[in-house]
C-alpha cells in the first residue's frame, strides 16, 4: 500500500514539473514570436532604413576655396588638386613609427614628414586623418596602392591644395590658410549646427590677412555624395550627389604690379608702404618688408623653415605696415598745422623767428642743422620742415588739445581696415599717461613732454596704415573712409558681385582755405623744400613731407652720428604724399626703417609710386638698382612700360563685367589722371588684359617675381633730438 502511494506522489511530481517545462517552453517560444513580430511587423520600416545605412556611407564633397584677385583680375590665390598619404592612428594595427617606416620603403618619406605628423599630432584626435605625405606622384600612387592591404588606417586622398603664385609679394595681404587647430576649434563654439555641415570634410581653415577675414566667403558650402559601399567599406556605386558650390572670387583694390614694384624698391631694407585713394577709402598698395611666402605654411610649415622667420632680427612675420607703429617725425607737421588753422593758435601769415633752437626751463631743443631759419611762417615751416616752429607751436596748444586735434584724424586707433590684427599707436594725452603707467611719478604729465610732440617725436607711435589715412583725410578736405584691401566678392555661380566699400564716416569740418594752405606747402616741399631732388621733373604737380623719425633718444648733450651706432638704432626714414595737388587720387605714407633722411630713402619710393599711379610707368633698371640702396634722387634712365614688366598675356579671374573705367578700360593706372598725360604717360598702363581663363592655366611673370609653380609639382622638390 506504501509502495502504491510513493508511486503516485512520484507520478504527481512527473506531471508537476511536465507542466512547468511546458509552460518554459510556452512562454519562450511566446517572448521569439513577439520580438520576430516587433522586427518583422512593427519596426520593419526602421530597420530596414537602418540595413540601407550600413552600407550607405555621406561623404562630404569639400568645395573649391575661392580664388583671390588683385583690381584687374590677376590670380593671386588659387587651388590645385593632388593626392596625399594619410593616417588615422585610431585604426593602425601595429604603432605608429613601425607603420611609417614601412610606408617609407613605398613612399618618400622625409624627415620633415615625420616632424610636422607630431605636431599635427598634438593638435588633432586618434580617429583624425593626418597628412604623412603631400603631393604624392603618380608612381608612389601606384606602388601603395598595389600594397594598400598591408596598411588599415592607411589610405590616400585627394585634397585641394592652395597656391600663392607670387610667393612673397603681398604675403601679409593675402595671409594663408591652414590646419584647423585645436585652439580654432574652441573659438567653434558658438557656430550653428550649419556652420559645422559646412565644414565637413574640411581641414583648413584662413589664418592670417584676406584668407582669414573674408574666410566665409572663400571656403564656399559643402556638398554631398551617398556612396553604396562593400562589406570592407569600399565605394560600390554613387547613389546621390549634391554638388560643393565652390567659394566666392574675392577681388582686391590691391595692385599687383604696384605691390611688386615697391617690394622691389625696398631691396633687403626694412619698412612699410601704404597707398590709399584719398576718394573711397581703397587701399592700392599695402607693403610691409620683408615679408614671407604663404606657400611655406600650405602643408603645414616644418620646424626649420618656421624657426627661421619666427626668431630672424628683421622680424618677417611682422605686418609692419598693420602692426608695427612708430614716431611719425616730421611728416606730422601738415597735421599739427592744420590744427593750428582750426583752433586759432596761428594764421598762415604767423611769423615765428627760428633761431636753431627752441629753449624751455633749462631745456634747449635743437633743430636740424646749427643754423636757424629765420623768419618763419606756416607755409615755410612745412617746406623747410622747420622744428622751433612746432616747439613753440606744440608748447602753445598743450597736449591735450593737440590729441583733440589730432583724434579725429584717426591718430592713436583702429582705422577699420579690414584685416585682423590692427595694431591702436599710441596718441599721448593727460588722461592716455595715467591709463598706461601704474606708478604716480610715471603718471604726471610734464610740460616738456609737450614740446618733442609737435615735431612727432615723444610720446606719438602711430601706423603707416594711420599716417596715409589721416594723410588722405586731410588732403581730401576731411573727407574720411574706413580703407579696404577688397573692393568686391563675386558669386562665381551667379556672377553677382558684392561691393565691398569702406564706410563713409562724418567728414572733418575743415575750412577750404586752410587746406588749401596745406596742399599749397605741401606742394612746396617737392619744389624748393626738402624733396625737390627727388621730385625733379615730374610731369604732375604733387605734395609731400620728408620725416626723419629717432629709433633711439638721445642724452641731453649727445648728436646723432649713424656711423658710431648700430644699424637697428639708426634714424627712420619717411614721407607722405599725394597727388594730383588739386584732385588727390593718391595719398601714401611710407617708413625705411634705419635708413635716415626722409628725402634719401622714403621719398625715391613715393615718388615712384606716383609715377605708376600716375603716369603708368615703372623705373629703369638701373634706376631701381639705385633705389633699393637709397642712392638716388629724381628718376634716371628710360621708364618702362606696363608691358615690358608683365605681358598682357596674365591668367585672370573673367570677371562678367568690364572694370571701371578708372581703371582697365581706361588705359590708366589706379586713380591715373587724363591731365597728367604725357609722352611718357602714353605708355600702355599696368592693367590687366580682359578674359576668362580658367583656374589651372599658368601665369607669365615679371622678373621681380620669384619662380613658383602655379600649379601642382609632378614631382617633389621721445626727445628732443632734430627731426626733418
Same mark, same amino acid.
Given at each position: 500500500?506504501?509502495?502504491?502511494?510513493?508511486?503516485?506522489?512520484?507520478?504527481?511530481?512527473?506531471?508537476? !514539473?511536465?507542466?512547468?517545462?511546458?509552460?518554459?517552453?510556452?512562454?519562450?517560444?511566446?517572448?521569439? #514570436?513577439?520580438?520576430?513580430?516587433?522586427?518583422? #511587423?512593427?519596426?520593419?520600416?526602421?530597420?530596414?532604413?537602418?540595413?540601407?545605412?550600413?552600407?550607405?556611407?555621406?561623404?562630404?564633397?569639400?568645395?573649391?576655396? $575661392?580664388?583671390?584677385?588683385?583690381?584687374?583680375?590677376?590670380?593671386?590665390?588659387?587651388?590645385?588638386?593632388?593626392?596625399?598619404?594619410?593616417?588615422? !592612428?585610431?585604426? /593602425?594595427?601595429?604603432? /605608429?613609427?613601425?607603420?611609417?617606416?614601412?610606408?617609407?620603403?613605398? #613612399?618618400?618619406?622625409?624627415?620633415?614628414?615625420?616632424?610636422?605628423?607630431?605636431?599635427?599630432?598634438?593638435?588633432?584626435?586618434?580617429?583624425?586623418?593626418?597628412?604623412?605625405?603631400?603631393?604624392?606622384?603618380?608612381?608612389?600612387?601606384?606602388?601603395?596602392?598595389?600594397?594598400?592591404?598591408?596598411?588599415?588606417?592607411?589610405?590616400?586622398?585627394?585634397?585641394?591644395?592652395?597656391?600663392?603664385?607670387?610667393?612673397?609679394?603681398?604675403?601679409?595681404?593675402?595671409?594663408?590658410?591652414?590646419?584647423?587647430?585645436?585652439?580654432?576649434?574652441?573659438?567653434?563654439?558658438?557656430?550653428?549646427?550649419?556652420?559645422?555641415?559646412?565644414?565637413?570634410?574640411?581641414?583648413?581653415?584662413?589664418?592670417?590677412?584676406?584668407?582669414? !577675414?573674408?574666410?566665409?566667403?572663400?571656403?564656399?558650402?559643402? &556638398?554631398?555624395?551617398?556612396?553604396?559601399?562593400?562589406?570592407?567599406?569600399?565605394?560600390?556605386?554613387?547613389?546621390?550627389?549634391?554638388?560643393?558650390?565652390?567659394?566666392?572670387?574675392?577681388?582686391?583694390?590691391?595692385?599687383?604690379?604696384?605691390?611688386?614694384?615697391?617690394?622691389?624698391?625696398? $631691396?633687403?631694407?626694412?619698412?612699410?608702404?601704404?597707398?590709399?585713394?584719398?576718394?573711397?577709402?581703397?587701399?592700392? %598698395?599695402?607693403?610691409?618688408?620683408?615679408?614671407?611666402?604663404?606657400?611655406?605654411?600650405?602643408?603645414?610649415?616644418?620646424?626649420?623653415?618656421?624657426?627661421?622667420?619666427?626668431?630672424?632680427?628683421?622680424?618677417?612675420?611682422?605686418?609692419?605696415?598693420?602692426?608695427?607703429?612708430?614716431?611719425? +617725425?616730421?611728416?606730422?607737421?601738415?597735421?599739427?598745422?592744420?590744427?593750428?588753422?582750426?583752433?586759432?593758435?596761428?594764421?598762415?601769415?604767423?611769423?615765428?623767428?627760428?633761431?636753431?633752437?627752441? #629753449?624751455?626751463?633749462?631745456?634747449?631743443?635743437?633743430?636740424?642743422?646749427?643754423?636757424?631759419? +629765420?623768419?618763419?611762417d606756416m607755409a615755410r615751416s612745412i617746406v623747410q620742415s622747420s622744428n622751433v616752429y612746432y616747439y613753440a607751436l606744440a608748447n602753445d596748444m598743450g597736449?591735450?588739445?593737440?590729441?583733440?586735434?589730432m583724434d579725429p584724424f584717426g591718430f592713436g586707433r583702429r582705422t577699420g581696415i579690414d584685416l585682423d590684427g590692427e595694431a591702436t599707436g599710441d596718441l599721448?594725452?593727460?588722461?592716455?599717461?595715467?591709463?598706461?603707467?601704474?606708478? %604716480?611719478?610715471?603718471?604726471?604729465?610734464?610740460?616738456?613732454?609737450?614740446?618733442?610732440?609737435?615735431?612727432?617725436?615723444?610720446?606719438?607711435?602711430?601706423?603707416?596704415l594711420q599716417v596715409a589715412s589721416a594723410m588722405a583725410t586731410l588732403v581730401s578736405g576731411g573727407q574720411r573712409y574706413e580703407p579696404r584691401v577688397v573692393?568686391?566678392?563675386?558669386?562665381?555661380?551667379?556672377?553677382?558681385?558684392?561691393?565691398?566699400?569702406?564706410?563713409?564716416?562724418?567728414?572733418? %569740418?575743415?575750412?577750404?582755405?586752410?587746406?588749401?594752405?596745406?596742399?599749397?606747402?605741401?606742394?612746396?616741399?617737392?619744389?624748393?623744400?626738402?624733396?625737390?631732388?627727388?621730385?625733379?621733373?615730374?610731369?604732375?604737380?604733387?605734395?609731400?613731407?620728408?620725416?626723419?623719425?629717432?629709433?633711439?633718444?638721445? $642724452?641731453?648733450?649727445?648728436?646723432?652720428?649713424?656711423?658710431?651706432?648700430?644699424?637697428?638704432?639708426?634714424?627712420?626714414?619717411?614721407?607722405?604724399?599725394?597727388?594730383?595737388?588739386?584732385?588727390?587720387?593718391?595719398?601714401?605714407?611710407?617708413?625705411?626703417?634705419?635708413?635716415?633722411?626722409?628725402?634719401?630713402?622714403?621719398?625715391?619710393?613715393?615718388?615712384?609710386?606716383?609715377?605708376?599711379?600716375?603716369? &603708368?610707368?615703372?623705373?629703369?633698371?638701373?634706376?631701381?638698382?639705385?633705389?633699393?640702396?637709397?642712392?638716388?634722387?629724381?628718376?634716371?634712365?628710360?621708364?618702362?612700360?606696363?608691358?615690358?614688366?608683365?605681358?598682357?598675356?596674365?591668367?585672370?579671374?573673367?570677371?562678367?563685367?568690364?572694370?571701371?573705367?578708372?581703371?582697365?578700360?581706361? +588705359?590708366?593706372?589706379?586713380?591715373?589722371?587724363?591731365?597728367?598725360?604725357?609722352?611718357?604717360?602714353?605708355?600702355?598702363?599696368?592693367?590687366?588684359?580682359? $578674359?576668362?581663363?580658367?583656374?589651372?592655366?599658368? /601665369?607669365?611673370?615679371?622678373?621681380?617675381?620669384?619662380?613658383?609653380?602655379?600649379?601642382?609639382?609632378?614631382?617633389?622638390?621721445?626727445?628732443?633730438?632734430?627731426?626733418?
Amino acid at each position: 500500500m506504501i509502495e502504491l502511494r510513493d508511486a503516485e506522489v512520484e507520478q504527481e511530481r512527473f506531471r508537476l !514539473r511536465l507542466i512547468v517545462a511546458m509552460l518554459t517552453v510556452l512562454v519562450a517560444f511566446s517572448l521569439l #514570436v513577439s520580438r520576430l513580430v516587433y522586427l518583422q #511587423v512593427l519596426s520593419f520600416d526602421e530597420l530596414t532604413t537602418r540595413a540601407e545605412n550600413n552600407r550607405i556611407a555621406v561623404v562630404p564633397v569639400v568645395p573649391n576655396r $575661392g580664388l583671390i584677385v588683385d583690381r584687374n583680375g590677376i590670380v593671386l590665390a588659387n587651388n590645385y588638386s593632388a593626392y596625399t598619404l594619410e593616417i588615422t !592612428r585610431s585604426q /593602425l594595427s601595429e604603432d /605608429l613609427e613601425t607603420v611609417i617606416d614601412q610606408l617609407a620603403t613605398i #613612399v618618400d618619406i622625409q624627415p620633415r614628414d615625420r616632424k610636422r605628423l607630431r605636431r599635427l599630432m598634438g593638435d588633432s584626435k586618434s580617429f583624425e586623418s593626418l597628412p604623412i605625405r603631400n603631393r604624392l606622384t603618380d608612381e608612389e600612387v601606384a606602388r601603395f596602392m598595389a600594397q594598400r592591404y598591408r596598411f588599415p588606417g592607411v589610405d590616400i586622398k585627394a585634397r585641394l591644395f592652395r597656391n600663392y603664385p607670387y610667393g612673397e609679394i603681398g604675403g601679409h595681404v593675402l595671409g594663408y590658410i591652414g590646419r584647423i587647430n585645436q585652439s580654432e576649434k574652441k573659438l567653434m563654439d558658438d557656430w550653428t549646427e550649419e556652420d559645422f555641415a559646412n565644414y565637413r570634410g574640411t581641414d583648413v581653415i584662413g589664418k592670417l590677412g584676406v584668407e582669414q !577675414r573674408y574666410e566665409r566667403e572663400l571656403h564656399g558650402i559643402t &556638398g554631398v555624395e551617398e556612396v553604396e559601399t562593400s562589406a570592407a567599406g569600399r565605394p560600390v556605386r554613387r547613389l546621390r550627389s549634391e554638388p560643393a558650390t565652390p567659394g566666392h572670387t574675392v577681388r582686391l583694390s590691391i595692385d599687383i604690379r604696384l605691390q611688386g614694384l615697391i617690394e622691389d624698391m625696398f $631691396g633687403e631694407r626694412r619698412g612699410a608702404l601704404v597707398a590709399i585713394d584719398p576718394r573711397n577709402g581703397e587701399v592700392l %598698395a599695402f607693403v610691409s618688408k620683408p615679408s614671407f611666402d604663404p606657400n611655406l605654411f600650405v602643408d603645414g610649415i616644418d620646424q626649420d623653415s618656421w624657426k627661421e622667420l619666427n626668431e630672424s632680427i628683421n622680424k618677417p612675420l611682422l605686418n609692419r605696415a598693420l602692426r608695427g607703429t612708430y614716431p611719425p +617725425g616730421s611728416t606730422y607737421k601738415p597735421f599739427m598745422a592744420m590744427a593750428a588753422l582750426n583752433t586759432g593758435k596761428r594764421t598762415a601769415g604767423q611769423i615765428t623767428y627760428d633761431s636753431g633752437t627752441f #629753449v624751455f626751463g633749462d631745456h634747449r631743443f635743437r633743430s636740424h642743422g646749427d643754423a636757424g631759419l +629765420g623768419a618763419v611762417d606756416m607755409a615755410r615751416s612745412i617746406v623747410q620742415s622747420s622744428n622751433v616752429y612746432y616747439y613753440a607751436l606744440a608748447n602753445d596748444m598743450g597736449v591735450d588739445l593737440i590729441h583733440d586735434q589730432m583724434d579725429p584724424f584717426g591718430f592713436g586707433r583702429r582705422t577699420g581696415i579690414d584685416l585682423d590684427g590692427e595694431a591702436t599707436g599710441d596718441l599721448p594725452s593727460t588722461s592716455w599717461k595715467r591709463k598706461k603707467y601704474k606708478r %604716480a611719478a610715471q603718471q604726471r604729465w610734464y610740460a616738456g613732454e609737450t614740446i618733442s610732440l609737435g615735431i612727432g617725436q615723444g610720446y606719438n607711435n602711430f601706423t603707416m596704415l594711420q599716417v596715409a589715412s589721416a594723410m588722405a583725410t586731410l588732403v581730401s578736405g576731411g573727407q574720411r573712409y574706413e580703407p579696404r584691401v577688397v573692393r568686391d566678392v563675386e558669386n562665381v555661380v551667379t556672377h553677382e558681385r558684392q561691393r565691398i566699400a569702406g564706410e563713409a564716416l562724418p567728414p572733418l %569740418a575743415f575750412k577750404p582755405e586752410h587746406v588749401e594752405v596745406i596742399r599749397r606747402a605741401m606742394y612746396g616741399v617737392t619744389q624748393t623744400g626738402t624733396s625737390t631732388k627727388v621730385f625733379a621733373g615730374a610731369p604732375y604737380q604733387s605734395g609731400g613731407k620728408t620725416g626723419t623719425a629717432q629709433a633711439r633718444s638721445l $642724452g641731453a648733450n649727445e648728436k646723432y652720428n649713424a656711423s658710431r651706432i648700430s644699424e637697428y638704432l639708426r634714424d627712420h626714414s619717411l614721407y607722405t604724399a599725394f597727388a594730383p595737388l588739386d584732385e588727390p587720387r593718391v595719398a601714401l605714407a611710407v617708413i625705411v626703417e634705419n635708413a635716415g633722411f626722409g628725402a634719401e630713402a622714403a621719398a625715391p619710393i613715393a615718388r615712384r609710386v606716383l609715377d605708376y599711379v600716375l603716369l &603708368g610707368q615703372y623705373p629703369s633698371e638701373q634706376d631701381l638698382a639705385l633705389v633699393r640702396t637709397g642712392q638716388v634722387g629724381a628718376p634716371i634712365g628710360v621708364p618702362r612700360r606696363a608691358s615690358d614688366i608683365m605681358p598682357t598675356l596674365i591668367h585672370s579671374a573673367g570677371f562678367s563685367a568690364a572694370a571701371p573705367a578708372s581703371d582697365a578700360a581706361s +588705359g590708366t593706372a589706379p586713380g591715373a589722371s587724363a591731365a597728367a598725360a604725357s609722352p611718357a604717360a602714353s605708355a600702355p598702363a599696368p592693367v590687366a588684359a580682359s $578674359g576668362s581663363a580658367g583656374a589651372g592655366r599658368g /601665369l607669365v611673370q615679371p622678373a621681380w617675381v620669384r619662380a613658383r609653380p602655379a600649379t601642382a609639382p609632378a614631382a617633389r622638390p621721445s626727445a628732443s633730438e632734430p627731426t626733418r
